[in-house]
């Protein structure tokens, strides 16, 4: 074959290694370059020949093409050419280096001089490779390919066991590449070169680019790792730790594929049951981390670290696992006080679970170890309490869990009960009642353990006794809920029939009758500041009561004679009066005023008979249920009745106790309601009732009220002087009562009915001087103001404006109104400097309104506005028109310009204000002012010392002077004039029309054509 020949075809065989190839972006450009036949062109050309079938190893052809590469290379083509064919033959030399480096040398068969030999030759063809990597990169500076060469030589070099210098390319491939695709292996590589130079800093910052570069999953994992070992050895052991918990949140977060790992919890999680690599990786990553925290503040730093990185998806997993590390890492090293406190701070983080437990179990075994048996004890309560049944673990643990804790949970409970009871009974006074609560407590736990089905097996004792310790010792606490119903299953178990058991029967019933008094008194004092409706209303309470009434007639029923029975009926009246049981209330009513000799309330004549002698204990048993019988009457609204009950129990009462107060209050609240039950259908008869209750109760608080209650229903009849007559009274009384606050609006009401506008007027201002500002005082102040003026009284009435005026710069609109009503008084009084003064207050608090809120100002705001402004205008146009120009002409000329400025300015506002009714006017009174003064200089006094010609010159200059203002004045008028276009016209249009005409008699004074002169036009 001819050279050329073989170089067409080693040409096409590159072709299509190159259009294959890595250097995907060096071959697009060498493709675009030309425009003459492509290799792809010649490869396609020779397709259809037949080339035989080559099986050939992967060495084979690696050395089959760099021999052809390399004849190439001699043949010297192309320059680009060249180039490529230097590149690929660099990159099949790589790639045949791969293949055939270190290969077989874990051959047990080979001798040490053929594994030396083999090593031997394998450094020499990675120092050619070096040298061939070196010698491109020089000559072709600027290619694309590169990137992969210099990547190619830094692994050479770290090979070769040349940190140093493949640091140096890896540096400079990572300036001249910052995005290249082999980011996160080469700061992998960087991090692992300054690890072993032992520049633990640089190498974290590589560590991190690794994790934070895309497609690092290769190397994540490994450079967490090791980005934990460095911050170790540079003793930033806070640092270290947070990368070793995320070697574990890798780890777990890989096995999450494997169903077994994924399925795993809290409560079965071991690092042993990840996959082999990742369990080897956790053990020594979890001893590093052990260490590490032995040198801090050991677990307390675990503490901090595991608080510190809650936000992790997996930490709570293996968590427990980081603190038994621990433990035992500081049991090896004979730190057992250290181990103890591992234990415990993990306990305190996560008391509710599984494993808390566990490690109590652990600590207990510690304790015992030690002869440590106070710290034993109060584990085994903590741990009662933590895990039993009412714990927030025991509500929410699964059954393998509450099985795996009962046997120490009966045990340490009923133990730690034992104790405590035994220990109470040596008490005395409060330090008793504290002891026997605990006693109770700790029987209350063992005994919800022990009625458990699963604890069946585990008991050795019948639980009876214990019960009724429980029941002896929550009684002796002074915890009546809880020991009432253990005393009511002992006393009323219809099981029972022996006679040791029927004696505990009627003890415990008694036992019952008293508990749910203590209970009741327990009540009262913890709910004394509570409403007793909310406690009506209360189910549990309601319960309550109902289960002593029953007991208590239990008792009563079966033990009539026994002399505690009367003294349970007084109570059980009580609280069958606290539950609204009015029944029951009636009955133990009825029994205990019948045991007395006195006729029950159902008797018509129970509201008159005489009170019957009794001893003091039985008087004080008569007026309880008969003043609580009255109370339940009242409660059930039944007025007229409570009334008389009140009457009646009023006579077995003590006039110095508190329930007679208590009762004739009550006796006026009972009028007073009857009152109010009818004042809708017969209103003058509750006014009647209401003024009835001063006169049989004076002292009562209702009586203020109903007077009035009265007073406003009068008012609510319009029965106005009555009404007054009954609020008149009732503030000179009461002067300083609160109501008597709401009472001058009252009399005003009524005085306005009545037309007495004078005296309501009066009340208004009375409500002004005691109201605090607002709403209602400023109206007040307003309405009396008015009334004043309905009464005629006009000097009130102007001093209440003024005062409102002065006050209340707001609402706007009202305000403005009220200057408008003080300038009205002043106009009528002929006073028009104080007028104008309110006329000046009206345009000022229209500015400051308008700057901060124009959308407040209405139509009649600016009509007033208007009003004031012209009014001002034509004052000041009086005054302008009334300073004669006299010689100096500058003195008196100055003095009638500054009054027309004036003018002018007021003017101006009217014009501003845009009112239809205003406009025209201003607009005719200022082009006048502008006429007059033209005029008023022409015929000004002229100066006496001038001679002919200087007078003449004089006369000249004074038309000069007055033409421009008579220019103004007509151009003023011609513009009021041009609102007849708009289709305004009123007479100061008209009158402008006028002046022109005057004025500009060519323009405005022409005659009509005549009908005549039309005709000859057309």
Known sequence: MSVSAYLSGALILISGIALSGCFSSGQADYAQQAKRTSLGDLANKRSSETVASVEMSQTQRSAKLAHIYQQLLTLEPDPEIRTHVEYRLAQINTESFETQSYADLDDESQTDSQVLAKLTQNDAALQKLITEYQQLLQRYPQRPENEHIQYQLAKALDLQGKLDESLAEVESLLRHYPQTVYLAELNFRRGEIYYNLQNYSAAIQSYKKVLTAQHNQKYQLNSLYMLGWSEFKLNRLANADKAFL???????????????????????????????????????????????????????????????????????????VLFANLAEFLLDKKLDYDAEQTYRTYIALAPDNIWSARYSLKLLDLYQGQGKFASMHKLKNDYVNQYGLSSTFGVNANKAQQAELLPQLLSFSDEHSRRLYADAQTQQGAQRVSAFAQAASALNTYLQLAKLPQAGNLLTKDILNDEYLFADANFEAKQYQQAIASYYTIAYDATATSAALRKIQQQSAYATTVTVRKILSQHEQSQQNQNQNEQRNNDDYNKLISQRNQLDKDFINQYPSDKRALQLASNAAQYSFDAQHYTDLKYFTDFVLQAHGINTLNDAASSVQTATPLSDAARKQVQ???????????????????????????????????????????????IYFQAQAVKQTQPELAVSQLLRVAQAVPESKYAVNAELDAANLLLEQQRWQEAVDVLKPFQQRYPNHEFSAVIPAKLAQSYEALAQWDLAAEQLLIIVANEKPGALKREAQYTAAEYYLKAGDNNSALSTFRTYAKTYPQPFD?????????????????????????????LSFDRKQLQQDANAIQARQIELASIAAFALGEAEQRSFAAIKLNAPLQKSLMRKQDAMKKAIGYYQQVLDFQLAKYVPHATYNLAEMYRQLASDMMSSQRPGDLDELALEEYEILLEELAYPFEEKAIEIHISNTQRAWDDIVDQWIEQSFKRLAQMSPALYQKQELTHEVIDAIH
């Open 814 to 842: 009202v305000a403005q109104e009220v200057r408008f009503k003080m300038s009205e008084f002043y106009r009528q009084s002929g006073e028009a400097n104080k007028q104008y003064y309110w006329f000046r207050q009206i």
């Open 624 to 670: 309880f249920v008969s003043q609580l019988y009255a109370n339940s009457l009242y409660q059930q609204e039944q007025y007229a009745q409570a009334e008389e009950g009140y009457i009646l129990a009023l006579q077995y009462t003590d006039k110095s106790t508190d329930s007679w107060s208590e009762m004739r209050n009550l006796l006026a609240s009972s």
């Open 246 to 320: 995320q070697v574990f949140e890798a780890l777990v977060a890989s096995q999450q594929s494997n169903s077994d790992v994924a399925n795993l919890t809290s409560d079965n999680f071991t690092f042993e049951k990840l996959g082999s690599r990742a369990q080897n990786l956790a053990i020594d990553t979890q001893r590093v981390l052990s260490i590490s925290l032995s040198q801090q503040l050991q677990s307390q730093s675990l503490l901090t670290l595991v608080n510190d990185n809650q936000s992790l998806p997996y930490l709570g997993l293996y968590q427990h």
